[in-house]
């Protein structure tokens, strides 16, 4: 089983959709969560981190299920600008090397 | 302020040379990473320093992977006898120190071995 694991998508929404993206994780010991963007040939950016008791900024919203080992984001009312390919991230226990999902994709349309 | 810079931007070289690419962390950052993102892949952890010694080097995939760090500033990742494999973009991140959650991201250096 792949340590942070994605579904590639991608996902197709018409402006003004909600969209939801999980994400499920092996290590049983890792601590910190995170959601991170990532723009076509750009670096990767920190969107948000993910607490247990679920977050939210804006149109986004985190949410962690520890004894599932899964993650999710929702983006609500979608914007163009949204597109992007979405990272799911984990810190293991330790120092603070993060473990990477492949990704998914989300392209916004008009 | 300014952010993690990374040098080249790009480099095309020919299998079997040595290549080195060029980290500069956010002013101040102690912890500095680097990683690998191969087409369609996701980013593969290479290696971490924490101030200029290395306490993981677990990602570096072969022995023709080597990387420094000096001043606990620069970083310098060095790739001998390139093979066409290591195509990929290779993306440095510094974070405050090593229990800095958040990693800022160096925009990569793309190498293309031919």
């Known amino acids: 089983r792949k340590e942070v694991e994605q579904d590639p998508g991608p996902f197709n929404v018409p402006e003004g959709a909600t969209v939801a993206f999980n994400c499920t994780y092996s290590?049983?010991?890792?601590?910190?969560f995170f959601w991170y963007r990532q723009d076509c040939r750009k670096e990767p950016k920190l969107l948000m981190s993910?607490?247990?008791s679920g977050n939210e900024d804006g149109r986004f919203t985190a949410q962690l299920n520890r004894a599932s080992q899964y993650i999710s984001l929702l983006i609500r009312d979608s914007k163009l600008s949204d597109s992007a390919t979405y990272l799911c991230?984990?810190?293991?226990?330790?120092?603070?090397?993060?473990?990477f999902g492949k990704g998914t994709m989300l392209l916004v349309s008009p | 302020g300014a952010g993690v810079s990374q040098s080249p931007s790009n480099k095309v070289t020919e299998k079997g040379k040595d290549v080195e690419l060029r980290c500069d962390p956010i002013?101040?950052?102690?912890?500095l990473y680097w990683y690998r993102q191969s087409l369609g892949q996701g980013l593969e952890f290479l290696i971490y320093?924490?101030?200029?010694?290395?306490?993981?080097k677990s990602g570096l995939p072969s022995d023709r992977f080597s990387a420094e760090r000096t001043g606990g500033s620069v970083s310098t990742l060095t790739i001998q006898r390139t093979q066409q494999e290591d195509s990929a973009v290779y993306l440095c991140?510094?974070?405050?120190?090593?229990?800095?959650?958040?990693?800022?991201f160096g925009p990569g250096t793309r190498l293309l071995v031919l």
């Open positions: 993910v607490y247990s």
């Open positions: 002013s101040g950052h102690t912890a």
């Open positions: 991140a510094s974070s405050l120190n090593s229990r800095g959650k958040t990693q800022y």
């Open positions: 991230v984990v810190m293991s226990s330790g120092y603070s090397t993060l473990t």
């Open positions: 290590n049983s010991a890792s601590q910190s």
């Open positions: 320093f924490q101030g200029n010694s290395a306490p993981d």
